[in-house]
């Protein structure tokens, strides 16, 4: 069955970085768009960044200059890169994986926690 697996949350203090990673199992990740999306508590999960099958990248406006999204689609593996990290980053932050050609099936990861605190 297919599996997202992130890694590289864990707990920061605020200005400092982290970089998550997402890697696919049995999907043609070339095939997929990816994204990073966040839920913190009491709050709806939000789309952080996102990347196309091609590579074009869109981000939040609250991450804008500070993350930035990549694939390699040889280690069928999406990146986000977090500097300048701020408390209200603090969130659980998902993987998301959408076909671009039919039939167009989605894919979540289990979420992994980021903590920005000092």
């Known amino acids: 069955q297919v599996q997202l697996v992130e890694s590289g949350g864990g707990l920061v203090q605020p200005g400092g970085s982290l970089t998550l990673s997402c890697t696919a199992s049995?999907?043609?990740?070339?095939?997929?768009?990816m994204g990073w999306y966040r839920q913190a508590p009491g709050k709806q999960r939000e789309l952080v960044a996102h990347?196309?099958?091609?590579?074009?990248?869109n981000y939040a406006d609250s991450v804008k200059g500070r993350f930035t999204i990549s694939r390699d689609n040889a280690r069928n593996t999406v990146y986000l890169q977090m500097n300048s990290l701020k408390p209200e980053d603090t969130a659980v932050y998902y993987c998301?994986?959408?076909?671009?050609?039919?039939?167009?099936?989605?894919?979540w990861g289990q979420g992994t926690q980021v903590t920005v605190s000092s």
């Open positions: 998301n994986a959408r076909r671009v050609v039919a039939p167009y099936d989605v894919y």
């Open positions: 990347t196309t099958s091609g590579g074009s990248t």
């Open positions: 049995r999907i043609i990740f070339r095939l997929y768009a």
